[in-house]
T-cell receptor, first 114, second 113 residues
């Protein structure tokens, strides 16, 4: 079945550690890719998105993601995490000709220890 | 901009009761989406509208669920009758076109006892 897969369910890091969260999707053809963040008790907020062009995209709060088409991946990175990055992170895929149907990964919970 | 507005923020009801969730999209957005979030199933798209017309309702779990969008600034998601397994957080999102970035509301946390 076509899907979005996030490799890690729960990641625990210390402050200043580097972060990489994996995301793979199984759709062929044109896709638009997103990372959303959900802070505890809050709604989803957009971190960054990729539609076309430079496969390395930069988002808010020092996050970036790299689209590797050959690997069907869109991994999220941050060189140095902070305690305030503690949240759940969702990768999502919008198929280019499928209208508005965003397909979400199962989410990765990030806990940053001060 | 007020963002996507949802009400109520929390709803606790008893099994068998009717539940109505409300959403006001961002002004100027012509696409509206209803999602459900649970621990077991994660985030699922239930239904989405373009220009007030339902486009894809394949995610609606069963006939107990219905959604309407009578105008560009208001949508409802109704569950009748509600069941304990409907307990979840329901998010509404909107975008300018069906292919663009979706902006999420704060969600309604529904608990069915």
């Amino acid at each position: 079945a076509q899907s979005v897969s996030q490799h890690n369910h729960h990641v625990i890091l210390s402050e200043a550690a580097s972060l990489e969260l994996g995301c793979n999707y199984s759709y062929g053809g044109t896709v638009n890719l997103f990372w959303y963040v959900q802070y505890p008790g809050q709604h989803l907020q957009l971190l960054l998105k990729y539609f076309s062009g430079d496969p390395l995209v930069k988002g808010i709060k020092g996050f970036e993601a790299e689209f590797i088409k050959s690997k069907f991946s869109f991994n999220l990175r941050k060189p140095s995490v902070q305690w305030s990055d503690t949240a759940e992170y969702f990768c999502a895929v919008l198929r280019g000709r499928q209208g508005g149907k965003l397909i979400f990964g199962q989410g990765t919970e990030l806990s940053v220890k001060p | 901009d007020a963002g996507v507005i949802q009400s109520p923020r929390h709803e606790v009801t008893e099994m068998g009761q009717e539940v109505t969730l409300r959403c006001k999209p961002i002004s100027g957005h012509n696409s509206l989406f209803w999602y459900r979030q649970t621990m077991m199933r994660g985030l699922e798209l239930l239904i989405y509208f373009n220009n007030n017309v339902p486009i894809d309702d394949s995610g609606m779990p069963e006939d107990r669920f219905s959604a309407k969008m009578p105008n560009a600034s208001f949508s409802t998601l109704k569950i009748q009758p509600s069941e304990p397994r409907d307990s979840a957080v329901y998010f509404c999102a909107s975008s300018t076109t069906s292919g663009n970035t979706q902006y999420f509301g704060p969600g309604t946390r529904l608990t069915v006892l």
